[in-house]
């Protein structure tokens, strides 16, 4: 964009980064760096009330000196701040306890641009298409007779790994997010969102009106008593269903920890299920390598609710005789390595048909404030939100008062009975998901709020 600020040769950075860490004493040397432009347009009340850009390099250096790791960050790339930032990792290095298991940074792997993930329409949105976006939004909002609180995010990013083993990767992406809730007078609440590389794809009007329509639709909600329950989970609240087995057992280090759920050929869902992590999808904001650099592999979590395989970064495969599937995360790691384009495969109910075919259960929109119990058992806790309703007959009955759960999401799983053939690109708590909504039987309720 005009008078935007001149993009970081980031690959130079890395190499110059590795050079003066090399220098400095370290045997290993890995560079990340990334130079991110980000943008936001935030409005409440039906009122736009913030607009906000951000620019920023930032260099994250991990050395190893033997089997002693340092790892030092900053957002000084310049020439005395890359000398200044060698010497901190490499004396972070130098005063650490050996890693006993230290499998040394990966090799170079054979990696593939993958065009899908940028678009020049999110690289150039301007204020101005974002706050036209906003303003559908609001008109949807303002027709219903509620109120819209949210946001219209865009990003362009390039990323850069380089290392002592000869690993040199760069690559281009895009996100874009519109989210909204809606609030209505007499209480009622509704949440939806759409989430894309490309920021011309995002459809503000029907965003605007899925979530005044849901505001709308939930005044008034009456108690039900807690318990088992069938449910038709939206897009939303698989999201949480997808990311939350990701964190409890999908990564190679929950499984080196003995804490996961995960073990290949074990039936944890119905045949129904089937979970990839695939950085090759448009739908989960794609990328083409991890954070040390490695080239992303397809993983198949889960064929037809049976447990297959896990995802891997240098350090557990080196630990497992195991090759990285390059789902490695920005060092210092202590989350493992993680699935970051969950992708879910779409069955063959349509939309309606998910509740039509429900005699009596709920519709459930989206969670929050969810957190494991169990991490073994996959057991979680959590609150619906945003549209919760009765359906009786098939038939949406009327809004019911949020409720509490503590539910296996395995069970979960085994428990799902019908697939919904569409889905949604949701953004995630690590990254994008691409998500079905689902029909479940026995989903189990522990008890009901005040509203």
Avoid at 73 to 82: A, F, I, Q
């Amino acid at each position: 964009m005009s008078g935007s600020p001149v993009p970081l040769d980031t690959l130079a950075i890395a190499d110059r980064a590795v050079a003066l860490a090399h220098a400095a004493g370290a045997t290993e040397v890995e560079a990340l760096v990334s130079d991110e432009r980000a943008q936001l347009t935030r409005f409440a009340n039906s009122e736009i009330h913030q607009n906000v850009a951000e620019t920023n390099g930032s260099l994250n250096l991990r050395v190893a000196i033997g089997k002693r790791i340092g790892v030092a960050s900053s957002n000084r790339v310049d020439e005395e701040g890359l000398r200044a930032l060698a010497e901190t990792a490499t004396a972070i290095a130098r005063n650490s306890a050996e890693l006993d298991d230290w499998g040394g940074l990966p090799e170079p792997t054979p990696i593939t641009e993958i065009a899908a993930a940028w678009s020049e329409g999110t690289a150039g949105a301007t204020p101005e298409q974002r706050a036209e976006g906003v303003r559908a939004v609001i008109a949807a909002a303002d027709a219903a007779g509620v109120r819209a609180f949210g946001s219209f995010s865009t990003g362009a990013e390039q990323l850069s790994v380089a290392n002592s083993h000869g690993i040199r990767a760069t690559q281009h992406r895009t996100n874009a997010q519109l989210l909204t809730v809606t609030m209505a007078l007499d209480g009622g609440s509704g949440y939806a969102e759409q989430t894309s590389v490309d920021a011309t794809a995002i459809d503000a009007a029907v965003v605007g009106r899925e979530a005044a329509e849901k505001a709308r639709a939930t005044a008034n909600p009456v108690a039900i008593e807690p318990g088992d329950w069938s449910v038709v989970l939206e897009e939303y609240a698989v999201v949480d269903l997808l990311s939350m087995l990701a964190y409890m057992g999908f990564s190679a280090l929950a499984v080196q920890e003995e804490r996961s759920f995960a073990e290949p050929g074990k039936v944890i869902g119905s045949a129904l299920v089937t979970i990839v992590d695939d950085a090759t999808e448009p739908g989960a904001l794609p990328m083409a390598f991890d954070y040390e650099g490695v080239a992303k592999q397809k993983v198949v979590l889960v064929e037809r609710g049976v447990c297959r395989d896990v995802v891997y970064d240098a350090q557990t495969g080196a630990r497992g005789g195991h090759p990285s599937t390059g789902h490695g995360l920005p060092a210092p790691n202590s989350y493992g390595p993680f699935p970051l384009n969950m992708v879910m495969s779409a069955g063959a109910t349509d939309r309606a048909a998910l509740v039509g075919e429900m005699e009596r259960g709920l519709l459930v929109t989206r969670f929050h404030y969810t957190n494991p119990v169990h991490p073994k058992l996959a057991i979680v806790t959590g609150m619906t939100r945003d549209g919760t309703f009765l359906v009786e007959g098939g038939k949406i009955v009327g809004p019911v008062r949020n409720l509490r759960f503590t539910q296996s999401y395995l069970a979960a799983l085994a428990g799902t009975v019908a697939v919904g053939r569409e889905r949604r690109t949701i953004r995630g708590d690590f990254g994008g998901v691409l998500v079905p909504s689902v029909r479940i039987d026995g989903w189990t309720f522990t008890g009901a709020t005040e509203h």
